[in-house]
């Protein structure tokens, strides 16, 4: 966070700057305008092409789009699949057993999306009211005048990895809006440096987090049930560690799948890359896949701690929507409804008055937060285990929330256990390898990320001493497994151990932030439009 710099940039004046060209940002901007053509508008998007950085199952229901663009249904977004049909199962480790179908995770009338794409189209039409959208410009920093914030910097560009300028080097430009909005999803840069500052998680549960991994695939001919949408629970997680998997049959013999697993577990030996591709290979997944060919493939965190950890929505100058809040319903696997209807609560609220003020306590009067504190019990019993969570998630979802209590919960991070308090062998075996990728390294290619090498490292490791002191001896170096990407490896030379940060091959998706059990690992913005570039995920 800046006040100013020697250097000069240019400065853009806004009515309204938005952060994240997500679903909570686009709808945000589509209904500021929608409601007063007469607004400028910005919206930055630090992926290099609008839905670059999207990456969610996605199921949506539809309720905000149909009011945020009628008639949508006559042009949809490019893969956009009625569900059909729903099945829950619980796997063991050769067998499966169909269990009822949550209320919360029931999909008649709802519709299979890819958000990448969504994003894109969404974006054409807000650019159509006069939104000016900036894809490829990540803000790095708030601007802060007298505790207020008054907008974004933008991030430098050409900076080589030694920190001197290259050739061509452009500095970061000053957005200053009456009010930021920021929209950046889970663990978003500039949300977290502004939540610690202005105190918003005081009072709350730690947020709480998981990773997703996804992968999109054509299978032969005959398999795919256009709609068909699948969810287990159970195998190869352990029983104390929340998480799941999707499989949802999309057109043209398609099939988006994925797994989930919560960052609350608690031995550091896990790894959740291993795990997705474990369940690839069951006999429920497996023979959809052989034969087939992976298409794309990506990772990213998913906000997970729900009404309990919901911090104070509004500051001086700004404001927080969609993940970037924490808006995502848990037990319905769904969080683009909840993050467009936030985005959409601002609009409305920034029509009123150029102000964040009285945000916070309208967003928790709303539909949105109401749809939150119902369900906020169901994922913390998970922590109990398997059989207890659907128990008391049957529980929550007959009494519709109204239980008289308020599970809490810790972050992530504090939940990691040491060694010395876990059996010497894990029961992590390394998956099998007839279905790609291979290995984490051919999932990064899979996921088309791009860096220039020739910049600085934009994974900062603030206390470099803890990685072969603490770390090594209490964790074993947690950062090696819990990374989808391969980012950190440790390096054995003469001298002795090196952590060495293979940042080119990041996808954005902020695990190591959230899940260092020292919290010394600090995700900021690469050059802009470096990352991921995600096709139909």
Request: glycine share 10%.
């Amino acid at each position: 966070m800046t006040n100013g710099s020697d250097i000069e940039r240019d400065v853009m004046e806004y009515d309204v700057v938005i952060v994240g060209a997500g679903p909570a940002g686009l709808a945000c901007a589509m209904k500021l305008k929608q409601a007063n053509a007469d607004l400028a508008v910005c919206v930055l998007e630090k992926g290099s092409f609008v839905g670059a950085h999207a990456l969610a199952g996605a199921v949506i229901e539809p309720e905000p789009l149909d009011e945020l663009v009628p008639g949508w249904r006559d042009d949809p977004p490019e893969i956009c699949v009625p569900a059909t049909k729903d099945e829950f199962l619980k796997l063991s480790e050769s067998g499966s057993m169909k269990l009822p179908t949550p209320p919360q995770m029931h999909n008649k009338g709802h519709f299979i999306v890819s958000l990448m794409n969504m994003m894109g189209w969404l974006a054409e039409k807000a650019e159509a009211l006069g939104v000016e959208i900036y894809p490829g410009f990540p803000a790095a920093e708030a601007l802060i005048e007298n505790d207020v914030v008054v907008g974004v910097r933008t991030g430098d560009m050409g900076v080589a990895k030694d920190g001197s300028q290259k050739d061509g080097y452009t500095p970061g430009m000053d957005l200053r809006a009456k009010v930021t909005v920021l929209a950046e999803g889970a663990r978003g840069s500039v949300s977290k440096q502004l939540i610690k500052r202005y105190k918003l998680a005081e009072g709350h549960d730690p947020q709480n987090y998981s990773i997703g991994l996804k992968e999109l695939w054509e299978v032969p001919e005959g398999r795919v049930e256009p709609g068909k949408i699948v969810h287990t629970v159970g195998w190869p997680l352990p029983n104390d560690v929340y998480g799941g998997s999707f499989l949802y049959h999309l057109t043209d013999n398609r099939i988006a799948l994925g797994y989930v697993v919560g960052l609350g577990y608690g031995d550091p030996r896990l790894k959740p890359f291993e795990m997705f591709q474990q369940w690839k290979h069951h006999p429920q997944v497996k023979p959809l896949l052989e034969g087939g060919k992976i298409l794309s493939a990506g990772a990213r965190a998913i906000v997970t701690g729900g009404w309990q950890s919901l911090p104070t929505t509004e500051m001086p100058g700004a404001m927080l929507i969609g993940c970037a809040a924490g808006t995502l319903n848990v037990p319905k696997i769904k969080g683009v409804h909840t993050a467009m209807r936030s985005g959409m609560l601002a609009a409305e609220h920034l029509t009123a008055q150029l102000d964040a003020k009285g945000f916070d306590a309208k967003l928790r009067e709303s539909a949105v937060a109401k749809e939150l504190k119902k369900v906020r019990n169901i994922k913390p019993g998970f922590k109990k285990g398997l059989w207890f969570g659907m128990f008391n998630a049957a529980w929550e979802t007959a009494t519709a929330g109204f239980s008289p209590w308020t599970l809490s919960s810790k972050a992530d991070w504090s939940q990691t256990k040491k060694l010395a308090e876990l059996p010497p062998e894990p029961a992590f075996p390394e998956a099998p390898r007839d279905l790609a990728p291979k290995d984490r390294l051919a999932s990064v290619y899979f996921a088309a990320t791009e860096h220039d090498e020739d910049q600085p490292i934009h994974l900062k490791v603030t206390d470099p001493d803890v990685c072969f002191t603490k770390c090594e001896e209490e964790y074993a170096n947690p950062c090696t497994r819990f990374c989808p990407a391969g980012v950190y490896e440790v390096v054995e030379e003469a001298a002795g151990k090196r952590l060495q940060i293979n940042s080119a091959n990041c996808v954005h998706c902020k695990t190591c932030d959230i899940k260092d059990p020292y919290q010394v690992i600090n995700w900021v913005t690469p050059e802009g439009g470096s990352g991921p570039n995600y096709q139909n995920l």
